[in-house]
Every structure is written in C-alpha cells, then in structure tokens.
T-cell receptor, first 114, second 111 residues
C-alpha cells in the first residue's frame, strides 16, 4: 500500500533563507509524486510532479524537489524564501490500480518571518 | 486558474440534512475525483467518476454518493449529515490518469 509522511507539521524560516519541506513515501511500485500548495481558503495548486523522468524536478515559483529512491524521499526546497511562500504544502503519491487516486500527507504549514 | 469550478463556496447545514455539491471539470477532462479535507488534515479520497461510472471509492459510508453527467460535470451528495462531515470538499478533474487539477473547494459546516 502507498503512503506519504510529511515530517514537521509547521516550519518557520526567515525571509531569504532556504526552505526545506520533507516528504517520505512508501510504494510497492514506482511512484508518481507531487507537491501541491494551498493558500488560505483556496484549493490545491500543483507546484511540481515526478513521473519517473529526471530525478530533480523544477516547479513553479522557484521550488524544486529531488526524488531519491534509496531514501524513499521527495523533499521540496527553495533557495530563498519569500513572504508570499507562506502557505500549506502537501506531498502526494498517486496510485494507479483500477482507480487513479492521490494519497496525501498531512501537510506542512510554512511560515516566513520578516 | 485550473478551470475546475465548484459551487457553492460555502454551505451551512444542520445535522441530519442532505447536501449536494457541484463540480464543473476542466474542458477536455473526463475524470472527476472528490476529496474531503478536514481541518488540519490532508485531503482524503472519497470516490472517482470516469465517463459517468464510479471508478473506485475510498473509505466513506454509502451516504456519500455521486454522479457524473455526460458533460463530465459531477455532483457529490451527502445524506444524513453528521457533525464530522464538516470539511472542505475538493473536486479534481483529469484526463484519465493524467494530473489532477483541483477546484477551490466547498466548505461545508454542519451544526
């Protein structure tokens, strides 16, 4: 069975500092992995996706993530945090076994300090 | 903007009532998935519709039901509402097993 674990429900960084949000997955088959961002009172916006091509994936707004099979990780990074990055971030793994569904982690709320 | 629209944006119901939530999928998409996001949690898969047929269901009771129409828009119906049904309900559309694009959600409060 597939699952996703996001370490750290809350992360605070200073503006301009490195952002690192952690995601570990469990999957019996090669996974498709995603990062979504959710701003207050809004739906989910796709940041980036891994679909078995390049292991370093670049997304929108300067975010990127690296797929590491040996560590079963897909951590999200951004070199320099901006105030507008404050939001909730969700890692998800997709499951294709009859039904194509996403399994989400519990989310990490990012706070950016001035 | 994903092109996925949900209505209404907010809804308040009382326990025991019934509710219908609506979703218009992105143009060209034939698959709609519904998720429930409780406060402080990640979205949980409710069910999926592909070409008007249910194509899988998560761990939700039968009082959660759905429908997909020939234009691929969809409805989520919840009967006999319970307090724990209070959540943000998200609809996502995709072209088969392609990327799922989410709407802004309907926030349901059950009093």
């Amino acid at each position: 069975a597939q699952s996703v674990t996001q370490l750290g429900s809350h992360v605070s960084v200073s503006e301009g500092a490195l952002v690192l949000l952690r995601c570990n997955y469990s999957s019996s088959v090669p996974p498709y992995l995603f990062w979504y961002v959710q701003y207050p009172n809004q739906g989910l916006q796709l940041l980036l996706k891994y679909t078995s091509a390049a292991t370093l994936v670049k997304g929108i707004n300067g975010f990127e993530a690296e797929f590491k099979k040996s560590e079963t990780s897909f951590h999200l990074t951004k070199p320099s945090a901006h105030m507008s990055d404050a939001a909730e971030y969700f890692c998800a793994v997709s499951v294709i076994s009859g039904t194509y569904k996403y399994i989400f982690g519990t989310g990490t709320r990012l706070k950016v300090l001035a | 903007e994903t092109g996925v629209t949900q209505s209404p944006t907010h809804l308040i119901k009382t326990r025991g009532q019934q509710v219908t939530l609506r979703c218009s999928s992105q143009s060209g998409h034939n698959t709609v998935s519904w998720y429930q996001q409780a406060l402080g949690q990640g979205p949980q898969f409710i069910f999926q519709y592909y070409r008007e047929e249910e194509n899988g269901r998560g761990n939700f009771p039968p009082r959660f039901s759905g429908l997909q129409f020939p234009n691929y828009s969809s409805e989520l119906n919840v009967n006999a509402l319970e307090l724990d049904d209070s959540a943000l309900y998200l609809c996502a559309s995709s072209l088969g097993t392609g990327i799922q694009y989410f709407g802004a959600g309907t926030r349901l409060s059950v009093l």
